[in-house]
Nanobody, 123 residues
Framework: QVQLVESGGGLVQPGGSLRLSCAAS????????MGWYRQAPGKERELVAA???????NYADFVKGRFTISTDNARLTVYLQMNSLKPEDTAVYYC?????????????????WGQGTQVTVSS
């Protein structure tokens, strides 16, 4: 079994930065792809960024150049550095992982999820 626990959300002004963390424990060897999703009220959950075991990254167009996904050497923690935040980035952010062969956009492919952390961008 795999457990994912997010932290680092909060309230930030437009243009500000936050760093989210996702601590993984359990049988993490099963996980080939880790990703960050977000879900705003009334909207579907959408992929923000993903990272493969081989180190390849994938970003949604709406965060390219602003967000960076990374991991520590032991792959026990996955980070999402969010810069130049906008009000439309406000959402609950979820960490996800799965035994995938490549990055998939649909959340249906990811079998492991964290509980989510709220990010609010507002002045």
């Amino acid at each position: 079994q795999v457990q994912l626990v997010e932290s680092g959300g909060g309230l930030v002004q437009p243009g500000g930065s936050l760093r989210l963390s996702c601590a993984a424990s359990g049988t993490i060897v099963r996980i080939n792809v880790m990703g960050w999703y977000r879900q705003a009220p009334g909207k579907e959950r959408e992929l923000v960024a993903a990272l493969t075991k081989g180190g390849n990254t994938n970003y949604a167009d709406f965060v390219k150049g602003r967000f960076t996904i990374s991991t520590d050497n032991a792959r026990l923690t996955v980070y999402l550095q969010m810069n130049s935040l906008k009000p439309e980035d406000t959402a609950v952010y979820y960490c996800a992982g799965g035994p995938l062969s490549r990055v998939r956009n649909s959340p249906d492919f990811y079998g492991y999820w964290g509980q989510g952390t709220q990010v609010t961008v507002s002045s």
